[in-house]
C-alpha cells in the first residue's frame, strides 16, 4: 500500500500571526479612544492615512517581488504598524508625515528586508525616526490636553488641518497646542528651574504629564490583556519599566531639583507604549529570555540617556533602533545551554 505523507508541519499552527496582530489591535483600542477624548477625533485621521499609505506601499512592494498579494495584506501586521506610527504623531500632523513614515516603514525597513519576520528594525520606529528627522516642526506641534485647551480642534478643522498642512480661521497653533510635559522639563531644567517648579505648570497631572497618564495607563491596560492573552511576555515591560524606576530613583533622590521623578519619567512620554507594544516585537528584538531583560534594560537606560543628555525630549524611538542592532548579539550570549553540552560550548 502507498501511503502519501506531505512534509511538515502535519499540524496546522493554533496562532497565527493575524489572529495574534488582531490581539494587539484589540489592546490598543482603549488608548485610542482616551487619545480621542483628551486630544480630539485628529488621531483618527492619523490611524486611517497611515493604514491607507501603509496597505498601499505593501501591495506595490509585494507585487514588484512577484509574492502573492492576499495572505499578507489580511495577515493585518501592515495595519499595527501604522497604528503604531500614528499613534506616536501629533493629532494634526500635515498627510505628508503619514506618507513619509510609512515610506519608511513598509518599504525600508520592512519590504527590502524580505518582508515580514525579516526586518532587522521595528518599521513603525523607523518610520517616526525618519519622520521626526525630516519634519521637526511638525512633530512638535502637540495639542494642548481637552480641559486646557481654547477649544480642540473638532472633525472638520482637523481635516482642514491634516489635509492643508494649516488651521482653518481663526484658530492659532498658539491657542490650541502647548509643549508636551517632557518637553516642558527638559526646557525648563535647562534653563536652570527646578524641577518642582516646572511641574507647577498646568499641563502636568498627579504624577505625569496631564491626560499622557492616562492614556499610558490604557495602554497598560492593553499590555496586561496581551500578557494575559499570551501575545507578549513578561520579560521586556518589566524590564523597561523597572529598569526605568530602578534608575531614575536614585537620582531624583540625590538631585530632586534636576531630575524628575521616576513616575514622571513613566508616565509622561511613551515608555509605558513602548514596554508593551514597541519593544515586545519579536522580530526584531530579542528570542531568549535572558536577552529579552537586557533588551528592556537597554531601551530604558537609552531612553533615560537621551531624555537626559539628547536633544530630544522623549527618545523612545531612537532607544528602540539601537537597541534593534544589538539584539542578535544580545541573543547569541544569551543562548541557553545545549543540553548534553557544557555552557559556552557550540553544539
Known sequence: MNLTVAGAPHLPPITTVGAVMRQVLYALVPAVVAHVWFFGPGILFQITLAVAFALGFEAAMLRLRRVALRPFLTDCSAIVTAVLFALSVPPLAPWWVALTGMLFAIVIAKQLYGGLGHNLFNP?????AAVIIAFPIDLSQWLAPRSLS?????VWESAVAIFTGRLPDPMSWDA?????????????VAENRMVAEIRDAPIFGDFGGLGWEWIANFYAL???????????SWHVPVAVIGTTI??????WLIGPDINP?????VFSGALVFAAFFIATDPVSGCGTMRGRLLFGAGVALLTLAIRRFGGYPDGVAFAVLLMNMAAPMIDRLTRPRT?????????
Open 150 to 154: 481654547a477649544g480642540l480642534p473638532g
Open 339 to 347: 543540553f548534553g553540552h557544557p555552557r559556552g560550548e557550540r553544539p
Open 124 to 128: 513603525a520606529m523607523v518610520g517616526l
Open 176 to 188: 490650541i497646542s502647548q509643549a508636551t510635559p517632557l518637553d516642558a522639563l527638559k526646557t525648563g
Open 261 to 265: 521623578s521616576p513616575l514622571q519619567h
Open 222 to 232: 492593553g499590555g496586561f490583556w496581551l500578557l494575559y492573552r499570551r501575545v507578549i
Open 246 to 251: 530602578l534608575v531614575s530613583t536614585p537620582m
